[in-house]
């Protein structure tokens, strides 16, 4: 494939890209069929960028996630200053970094996996229907994810010596290591200040750099530090420390009451328990309590027969590669660690396994590399509970459909269904092996593949499409024309009510964010809460506030669109 050929097809997908991100802007997340989006979070995430152009200053209360995320609170903050304050500009900045994301993963994987694979990573991107609606949505899941992309696809190019798109006809345009790698390490640190969840990216490209050094330095030929490839991981280790120095400088220290706050006591500290049965049904919850990998199965099957196949020639792999592999091991380890309560956790998954998949459908086109046919029976044993945690997160992906958001039958019978196929599998060893490993498939399969991937997401966005409301954003209209600009009032649906309109929302969290006066604020004479489906149903604290005010009476009732019903009703209360 010509390179003129890759970006007119490339051009073409970031338009497919560009319109399912912008399409409906305001429209609710979608309610009928969740993805994990809680819509009032919105509003509360973007409340510094918000405060700073409604009312000049960044902090104005006790709720200050600037301290959490400066990134992302800067980029919404260039929103709302070129556009205005509202909910299409509050998801500009997502919708943005989302399509930066496909480009990036595109010439990533071009680089590194050929043009062909790069297209396939980039359409499967584009259209990925957990993916497009989380970058619909104004929180830092979308920019976070995005910069790890960027990160990753820096570090790809610059150990691959030359980007996707150059001329067949003219002498390769070869791309220096320094920028590119300064750009890698940049990019992952950008991405942990976005969201602190992204620390185990930080630790995974550097420590990707180190084993490229260590890999590179142990070969013969030329002088190592010649390679690209140690070029490559020398300046993003450079750009790792260098964008470090100049947060702890520039941000962390100035701020450490606050960022240890945000970042260590409220995001830590508050967490899920630490304990070993907590971590074992955290592993177990992975493929059972949402979605995502159910939503895009063949992606998630392609992508983890090409992080196992990664584990036959992890030495022979390419860096940009063994990163894959290291995004997804460290990231897994990161959610036993911390939550996989919310489904927010998974979407940083989305563009590896789609990378994976790229590089298996249209470079590799068999399931597993050849070098899987040299690995005996007896290696196979030692990796045993690594194919039974890969099989469970395929099998129990499927299985868990008839008992849909019940954990207990789901995580039996994917336990069953995985030990089930690990089982055949070793039993049947040589001849299984060298069947997934030999004759590739033809490329119009692989195209086939990707177009039933393609056509199931654009089904579901379409039916979505359909059924989509608009309940939130006049919500937050409606509230603006009930109340002055600049009226205090209560809660955090109050900072979720808050972008089509001029309120000054005081948030209350659960031991942090106005907290602590949250019963005794007489200037505060407003409250917005849900009541149904319940009173409160936005995080019970709020019943603290109203308990202190007896005599408390809802003023106006309107409708909004959270839950499976898309019928709730949220509530203006007057305090006494």
Known sequence: ???????????????????????????????????????????????????????????????????????????????????????????????????????????????????????IAAVLLAT????????????????????????????????????????????????????????????AWFAFFTKAAAAFFVGAIGLEALVTLWLVGRGEGRAWWQDSRAKAALWTIA???????????????????EFRFYNWQMSVTRKPAYTVKAFLDRLSWIPIIHDVFTRQWLVTLFGICGALGLLTRWRTATPAERLLGLWIGLGVAELIAHDVGN?????????????????????????????????????????????????????????RIPFIYQVRPGVYLGAIAAVLVVAFLLLNWPRIVAWLSS??????????????????????????AVLRTYENVHASRLVGEWLPPGTLVHGKLANGLALENRIRPVFVGRGFGNYEDRTRRPDIRYVLTYVEPRLGYEGSVILDVLDAHPGWRVIREFDVAETAQGHDRAALIRKP
């Open 1 to 119: 494939m010509s390179g003129r050929r890759f970006l007119a097809l490339l051009f073409a997908i970031v338009v497919v890209a560009v319109v399912l991100r912008g399409l409906f802007p305001t429209a609710d997340a979608p309610w009928h069929a969740p993805v994990g989006i809680t819509w009032h979070d919105e509003g509360p995430w973007v409340h510094n960028a918000r405060n700073r152009v409604l009312f000049g200053a960044w902090s104005l209360d006790r709720w200050n996630p600037m301290y959490l995320t400066p990134v992302f609170t800067g980029l919404e903050y260039a929103s709302f200053a070129a556009f205005g304050v509202g909910t299409w500009q509050a998801r500009l900045v997502s919708e943005g970094m989302g399509t930066i994301s496909v480009i990036a993963l595109a010439l990533g994987v071009a680089a590194i996996a050929g043009r062909r694979a790069g297209l």
């Open 128 to 187: 990925n229907y957990v993916y497009v609606m989380w970058n619909r949505a104004a929180l830092m899941e979308a920019t976070m994810t995005a910069f790890m992309v960027v990160a990753w696809s820096a570090y790809a190019i610059a150990g691959h010596g030359r980007v996707a798109v150059e001329s067949d006809s003219s002498p390769h345009f070869h791309m220096t290591s320094a920028p590119l790698g300064l750009v890698a390490g940049t990019a």
């Open 239 to 257: 750009g790792l420390t260098a964008a470090a120095l100049i947060a702890l400088a520039v941000f962390v220290i100035p701020y450490w009451q």
């Open 343 to 399: 489904e927010r956790r998974f979407i940083f998954f989305i563009p590896a396994l789609v990378a994976l998949a790229g590089i298996v459908l249209g470079r590799d086109r068999r399931l597993l590399p050849t070098e899987a046919g040299l690995i005996s029976r007896r290696q196979a044993l030692l990796a045993t509970p690594l194919l039974l945690f890969a099989a469970y997160i395929v099998t129990g992906a499927i299985v």
């Open 439 to 464: 004759a590739r498939w033809p490329l119009a399969s692989s195209v086939v593949l990707t177009g039933v991937v393609v056509a199931g997401d654009l089904t579901q966005f379409a039916q979505w």
